[in-house]
């Protein structure tokens, strides 16, 4: 199975492209790109366009496009939830909707494993997997809020994500586990979004929405 699958729910642009859970080509950010800022306007097409040049790929070639809906940050869901939909649309192939916790925690190579995403507003996007499958979770909510509902469910799960960095202080304090600020397992990684991609139920390009989680920040007048 052939899949292209990216993720823009943090500042780090991901891409990759997999055959048969393996990836053939693929662009995953150095940690360093979480705290910066966010490019992928700029960066997903010409990291498409090189990812599927290098493995030697047409768009009419893959089996499916996956992308992750989130949560995460707006504009970036925006970008990469419209680049998925116009994709699939023009080449004709199946769209894969796929959770960016449910990838950032399948890279955790530890269970159980919280995914946490730096939600702004002093909150974090979060979720507890456990063999792969969520505890509990996706939600919005302050880090205390998260370290609670983690003693209350009584495991010791390895934290990461950017969210994890940001408030550290507030989960180890709790007995979480976080992985140091440079591990590069902070970062959402494509191959994830496509490996997910094999189980998850293809959508019409149209239906295929992010997952904001909350409400946006900018609201009208």
């Known amino acids: 199975m052939n899949v292209l699958g990216f993720d823009t ?3 780090a642009t991901a891409v990759c492209v997999a055959r048969d859970g393996e990836a053939a ?13 966010p490019g992928h306007a700029r960066e997903l097409m010409p990291a498409v366009a090189a990812a599927m040049e290098e493995a030697g790929l047409g768009f009419g070639e893959l089996d499916a496009i996956a992308v992750g809906v989130g949560p995460g940050t707006f504009t970036g869901l925006r970008i ?3 680049t998925a939909r116009a994709l699939a649309g023009s080449a004709g192939v199946e769209l894969r909707p796929v959770s960016s916790l ?9 269970d159980p494993a919280l ?15 456990e063999a792969g499958e ?5 939600l919005a909510a302050a880090p205390k809020e998260v370290a609670a509902r983690v003693r209350e469910s009584g495991t010791s799960p390895l934290a990461i994500g950017d969210g994890s960095v940001r408030f ?4 180890e304090a709790a007995g979480i586990r ?3 600020e440079g591990a590069r397992t902070h970062v959402v990684r494509a191959l994830h979004i496509c490996r997910l991609a094999a189980t998850a139920l293809p959508k019409a390009p149209e239906a295929v929405l992010p997952d904001y989680i909350r409400s946006p920040d900018a609201k009208p007048r």
């Open 178 to 180: 976080v992985l140091p």
């Open 9 to 11: 729910s943090t500042a």
């Open 134 to 138: 969520p505890r509990w979770g996706p």
């Open 115 to 129: 995914a946490l995403i730096d939600a702004k507003r002093g909150e974090l996007f979060a979720a507890l997997y």
């Open 80 to 82: 990469g939830v419209a």
């Open 168 to 171: 550290r202080g507030v989960l």
């Open 25 to 37: 080509s693929e662009r995953w950010p150095e940690p360093e790109a979480l705290s910066g800022p």
């Open 102 to 110: 449910a990838a950032l925690a399948a890279g955790a190579e530890a």
